[in-house]
């Protein structure tokens, strides 16, 4: 489960509902048959969504999580004094030297502005780091001076054939006055609230800023990184999630619908290997989220940097996406490892696909934000596309486990439910239902419905009634009817081929 979650400018925590998440230690259960009795089956992964809107000094936050994603809204109001106005100029001209010196490969003037000692040393280490990344875009940004020897200063980036549009990683610079001489930045680290601990909306810390030597490989619409240490699993990796990005971007070409103006789904993925919970746990987190010791990885869309309306109350554009995989689970480690890749992959980049057609910003009371069964369900129906009769026994083996309420999970209850084995039933179910849709309907239908519940999570009762013809009531009575029917006779099945074995 998350951690609780303060923001400036609020008295008091906020709570996000629980994001979607990946389970982690339990026996995987590989996309083919095995030539003996299958392992248990493990909670089916999932992605926990985080956008962020990190907006220098903040005077109001408004706070909403929206299956599993949190947006922050700000609005700020900044000091026209002379003094203000020249502080922030020359601010600026030092974000300009950053981006001047990687473009330029220059180390030295990189690390000029920064203390000498474990500041600089830390960021000679980054600039090496960002160089290994293949940038469509990458440059820094200062929007106002100094409060308190306190600076928020914006990496805007866009990683090439992954990023739809450039996102922004918000740092913390400690600092004194930009006059005083060349080294006037004597800390890094995440954006503090009023209470001195680290924003988790600011996108930091990435990769670059963790690791002392990065590890970059790059594919088609694929950029996979590790830690220099965690080089073998990389390589060993890439292909299969390769792969997996190949086979998510053909059905989405293949059968979504157009894109709607400006919005399409993402174009490529930003993928990161890691082994160390710690270090999980603190990737995009500032100070690191609450452990949950079964999670193994996580989808985030990030808000885009330079779109219009970022800020606004009406909307948001969402800019791409960035996955973190926990290398210690099962997927990974197992014998059948390369079908456990694909398996998480698949999930985890259907997410990711779909992630850059949110627009609406939730509300605080929890509206707007896409029904748990249609996020999950997509990514459970692209992880195991074309392994129907796998789904299936999946399927049937969690609800030996779980009692069918005959409900679409999540709509009248917690979808991430407390036990392991009724959250692996919630994912299953939701899969299925999804399968279920695209037999009856057509794998178009699909990608359209769900192309337009992320792009207007508001409209789900207009937007279901479009796929199928049917109202949402009648959409899950035909449905239970189905589940009830399939995993019936799939349980008759499987004691048929029991009992020839005795």
């Known amino acids: 489960m998350p951690g609780q979650q303060s923001f400036p400018g609020q008295s008091g925590p906020v709570y996000p509902p629980p994001p979607y998440q990946q389970y982690q230690d339990q026996q995987y259960r590989p996309p083919y048959p095995y030539p003996y009795p299958y392992p248990p089956q493990p909670p089916r ?17 408004v706070a909403a999580a929206v299956g599993g994603t949190a947006y922050l809204q700000v609005h700020r109001k900044r000091p026209t004094t002379p003094a203000y106005v020249v502080e922030q100029e020359n601010w600026r001209k030092v974000a300009d030297g950053l981006t001047r010196a990687l473009a330029a490969k220059d180390e030295e003037a990189f690390v000029r502005p920064f203390a000498a000692g474990a500041v600089k040393d830390r960021q000679r280490l980054v600039f090496r780091n960002l160089l290994k990344v293949p940038w469509e875009t990458a440059r820094w940004e200062v929007s106002t001076s100094p409060l308190n020897g306190q600076l928020r200063v914006d990496f805007v980036h866009q990683v090439k054939d992954v990023d739809n549009l450039p996102i922004a990683e918000e740092y913390g610079w400690q600092v004194l006055p930009v006059g005083s001489g060349t080294e006037v930045i004597t800390g890094v680290g995440a954006v503090k609230d009023h209470q001195g601990k680290s924003l988790d909306t600011g996108y930091y810390p990435a990769p670059w800023d963790v690791y002392d030597d990065l590890s970059v490989r ?93 800020n606004g109350a009406d909307g948001m554009t969402v800019g791409s996406s960035r996955i973190v995989m926990d290398t210690t689970d099962s997927r990974f480690t197992g014998s059948h490892w390369q079908e456990g890749v694909t398996d998480i992959g698949r999930h985890e980049m259907a997410h990711a696909i779909v992630a850059t057609l949110l627009s609406e910003r939730p509300t605080a009371a929890g509206k707007g934000q896409p029904h748990d069964w249609v996020a999950e369900g997509f990514a459970e129906f692209m992880a ?40 692996s039933a919630n994912y299953a179910l939701s899969g299925d239902a999804v399968r279920y849709l695209a037999a009856t309907y057509g794998e178009a239908k699909v990608f359209a419905f769900v192309a337009a519940h992320y792009a207007k999570p508001s409209g789900y009762a207009e937007e279901l009634a479009a796929a199928t013809g049917q109202s949402g009531d009648a959409f899950q009575t035909a449905w239970a009817e189905h589940v009830r029917a399939a995993t019936s006779a799939t349980k008759s099945k499987s004691k048929t081929k029991t009992d020839q074995k005795r």
Do not use: C
């Not at 299969?240 to 399409?264: C, I, K, N, T, Y």
């Not at 990161?272 to 710690?278: A, S």
């Not at 709509?411 to 439910?417: H, V």
């Open 45 to 61: 992964r999932g992605a926990r969504v985080l956008a962020w809107l990190g907006i220098g000094v903040v005077l109001l936050v």
């Open 218 to 310: 790059v594919r088609d619409h694929l950029v996979a990184m590790a830690d220099k240490g965690q080089e073998g699993e990389l390589d060993r990796d890439v292909d299969v999630l390769a792969r997996a990005a190949g086979d998510d971007l053909s059905a989405w070409r293949q059968f979504a619908p157009a894109p709607a103006g400006e919005r399409r789904g993402a174009q490529g993925f930003f993928v990161v290997l890691e082994k160390n919970r710690e270090v999980y746990n603190k990737l995009y987190q500032g100070d690191g989220k609450q452990d949950d010791s079964l999670e193994a990885g996580v989808n985030m869309p990030v808000v885009a940097a330079d779109a219009p309306g970022r």
């Open 384 to 423: 195991l596309r074309g392994k129907d009769s796998l789904a299936r026994e999946e399927l049937a083996d969690d609800l030996r486990e779980v009692e069918f309420d005959g409900r679409l999970p999540g709509e009248e209850g917690e979808f991430y439910a407390d036990t392991a084995e009724a959250r």
